[in-house]
């Protein structure tokens, strides 16, 4: 979803139109948690994700400059991503969701 301020001035709404989705939480957390990432790093990171969804939510954190790319000329090419300093301020909101998730996730042991 890309953000229009002409919409609205809602900064929740602002903010589910930069990292709103399945994928760009994990992506965030995945770059912080594992430093500097490859493309096929990523991928194996986050098996249930298609290449092309990968893809474009790569091209939608560079554009919100939330993370970065880092394309090296060489054979074969070499492309890494990391988070940037805008991406990591978004760590502490994660880390209150995985508090959250830890603590409101169903017991898998009571099943």
Same mark, same amino acid.
């Given at each position: 979803?890309?953000?229009?301020?002409?919409?609205?001035?809602?900064?929740?709404?602002?903010?589910?139109?930069?990292?709103?989705?399945?994928?760009?939480?994990?992506?965030?957390?995945?770059?912080?948690?594992?430093?500097?990432?490859? !493309?096929?790093?990523?991928? %194996?990171?986050?098996?249930? #994700?298609?290449?092309?969804? *990968?893809?474009? /939510?790569?091209?939608?954190?560079?554009?919100?400059?939330?993370?970065?790319?880092?394309?090296?000329?060489?054979?074969?090419?070499?492309?890494? !991503?990391?988070?940037?300093? %805008?991406?990591?301020?978004? #760590?502490?909101?994660?880390? *209150?969701?995985? /508090?959250?998730?830890?603590?409101?996730?169903?017991?898998?042991?009571?099943?």
């Amino acid at each position: 979803m890309k953000w229009n301020p002409d919409k609205c001035d809602c900064s929740v709404a602002y903010t589910l139109a930069v990292v709103g989705g399945k994928w760009k939480w994990l992506i965030i957390y995945k770059l912080w948690n594992n430093g500097i990432q490859r !493309y096929g790093e990523l991928k %194996k990171s986050i098996p249930h #994700i298609t290449h092309k969804m *990968l893809s474009q /939510q790569l091209k939608e954190l560079e554009l919100e400059k939330l993370i970065s790319r880092n394309e090296y000329h060489q054979i074969p090419p070499k492309v890494e !991503y990391a988070l940037t300093e %805008k991406g990591t301020s978004l #760590i502490p909101i994660l880390q *209150l969701m995985s /508090q959250w998730g830890d603590d409101n996730k169903p017991d898998t042991d009571s099943k």
